[in-house]
């Protein structure tokens, strides 16, 4: 098993952009956490913080700031856009595209987290279901999602 003795630097380069958004030690949980799927073969939350030593934390740290951490998801959002609009290859360009996308995706049981009766149209019924919609942006050079939510079923 390899271990991680630093941050890659890809991490450390671009980890500034998220100073805003996490506290000190938040901040390093996220580059923990960011660092993990780059180096790791078990990309999960115990196999990441089995290979970290540098800035080594118990689990339950990373488990926290992925599920109970104050940071707002819309900011990191906001700073990861920002950071994608300075890069000259990753910036939204005239001849870009915009598309949208919802996935019905059908469960069997209620007992699921944000779960919702929507209407499918496939099979014209209402089932439980999640239904991620997602605008993601691509040109020539590449593509990238913006944005992400979970229709509720509510309008």
Known sequence: MLALVEFP???????PWFEPVFSSQS?????????????SENKTVDGINRI???????????????????FS????NRQRLALLD???GTRIKPKGVLSVDDTLLTHYGQH????????????ER????????SLH???????????FQLESGEF
């Open 9 to 15: 630097t890809i991490v450390q380069h671009y980890a």
């Open 27 to 39: 901040l390093i949980q996220f580059q923990r956490y960011l660092s993990g799927p780059i180096v």
């Open 52 to 70: 970290v030593v540098i800035e080594s934390r118990n689990q339950s740290s990373l488990n926290r700031l992925l599920t109970e951490s104050p």
């Open 73 to 76: 998801e819309a900011a990191l």
């Open 86 to 88: 300075s890069l000259e």
């Open 112 to 123: 699921f987290d944000e779960i919702a009766y929507l209407y499918d149209h496939v099979k």
């Open 126 to 133: 209402y089932t439980w279901a999640h239904n991620p919609v």
């Open 137 to 147: 942006y691509s040109d020539d050079q590449t593509d990238y999602p913006l944005y």
